[in-house]
């Protein structure tokens, strides 16, 4: 297993999550959250959907959080990102912070 990995990410905060000033309500985030994923199995772009969705400064970079190894974000979050392939995107991922989907990268 490596020890560093790539990712991207979109993230759709709620009401009550961490650091968040979303005013979506959690059952309206994870509405979204599994409708984006639908997007993304029907061959949407995932950066193009970051960048207008996500709720992460990141999404302005196409949801890039670039290479991190382990340690370094939610238990969550890393568990499934050290997980997958490399091109592959997750199921929706819940963590402190709200919903993700998450693409590795690398």
Not at 42 to 55: P, Q
């Amino acid at each position: 297993m490596s020890k560093t990995v790539s990712a991207s990410h979109i993230l759709l905060m709620y009401a009550g999550s961490m650091r968040s000033s979303a005013s979506r309500s959690k059952d309206e985030a994870k509405q979204q959250i599994e409708a984006l994923k639908a997007e993304l199995d029907g061959g949407a772009s995932f950066a193009d959907l970051a960048k207008e969705h996500s709720d992460c400064p990141s999404g302005a970079d196409g949801g890039s959080l670039g290479t991190f190894g382990k340690g370094q974000m939610v238990r969550e979050f890393e568990e499934t990102t050290f997980a997958m392939d490399v091109d592959q995107i997750s199921d929706v991922v819940e963590t402190d912070f709200g919903y993700h989907l998450i693409q590795r990268t690398g």
